[in-house]
């Protein structure tokens, strides 16, 4: 399974961004997909995550962005989406998408997703 991460650039605060996670190699629906970000000298966190559909197809968020962003998936593209509204500095980071089949329980957890992406890098001026 392959994940290619899009669409991360140079933003000012209160501005939007749409990221994109296109996951090639495997059978999209049965694969739950994670967003994490990871900002200069801090660790890897969770932002979002789309569950496969034998969990229903939820979403889960970080208390951090809810609100503000939104994941979906277009199971015809085998893309999941992050959009990212009202962004603020403390958004900027490398931005991860990660495919697993974790237990509802464990989406937030990094270390039960078995394939990442490259990273798109998010900065948020202020």
């Known amino acids: 399974v392959q994940l290619q991460a899009s669409g991360g650039g140079l933003v000012q605060a209160g501005d939007s961004l749409r990221l994109s996670c296109a996951v090639s190699g495997g059978t999209f629906s049965s694969y739950s997909v994670g967003w994490f970000r990871q900002a200069p000298g801090k660790e890897r966190e969770f932002v979002a995550a789309s569950t496969r559909n034998l969990n229903g197809g939820t979403t889960f968020y970080a208390d951090s962005v809810k609100g503000r962003f939104t994941i979906s998936r277009d199971n015809a593209k085998n893309t999941v989406y992050l959009q990212m509204n009202s962004l603020q500095p403390e958004d900027t980071a490398v931005y991860f998408c990660?495919?697993?089949?974790?237990?509802?329980?464990?989406?937030?957890?990094?270390?039960?997703?078995?394939?990442w992406g490259q990273g798109t890098e998010v900065t948020v001026s202020s």
């Open positions: 990660a495919a697993g089949r974790p237990a509802l329980s464990a989406v937030r957890a990094s270390s039960i997703y078995n394939y």
